[in-house]
């Protein structure tokens, strides 16, 4: 390639630079975070450890380069969440949905979060994760469970997965890149 050429393109990839999101990652520990984070990465899911602090991992998709932030769920990190909600575009909340017995308080952890001043407005999609599972709730009844139909400030989605067969992410993900496309920066 001349170097006219060569310095053409730089100046076109210079000028049209990837598009960024901040995702922030969030659900009670073994609601399957960290699966799906490395579902979308390509990676390999057999054997995931809880995640004892955080994750960052930046996930290209389309002309899109997703910087998410995948928190342990765990009681005794969740007071730490607030450290990473500075400049986040999206907010993803993993729920169990095999995990009927802590709906309540996976509700409870969503209801606070979105009453955080940092997270006002945010979007946030609702990954209703394990669908696979046979004693997995619908999603319209963990949308009840979390009052998300009664969220005005802000936009919101549910989206029924699977985390280790990749069924649905891709829904999910679509939803986030339409989305923060149209939301103003």
Known sequence: MPLSGLLDLLRRLKSTPPHEIRVLLLGLDNAGKTTILKTLAGEEVSKIAPTQGFNIKSVKQDKWNLNVWDIGGQRGI????KNYFENTDVLIYVVDSADRIRLEETGLE??????????????????????????AAPA???????????????TWRIQPCSALSSEGLEDGMNWV?????????
């Open 78 to 81: 969740r007071p730490y969440w």
């Open 177 to 185: 890149l339409k989305t923060c496309a149209t939301k103003p920066k």
């Open 110 to 135: 969503l209801t606070e979060l979105l009453e955080e001043d940092k997270l006002a407005g945010i979007p946030v999609l609702v990954f209703a994760n394990k669908q696979d599972l046979l004693s």
């Open 140 to 154: 319209d009844e963990i949308s009840e469970s979390l009052n998300l139909n009664v969220m005005r400030d802000r």
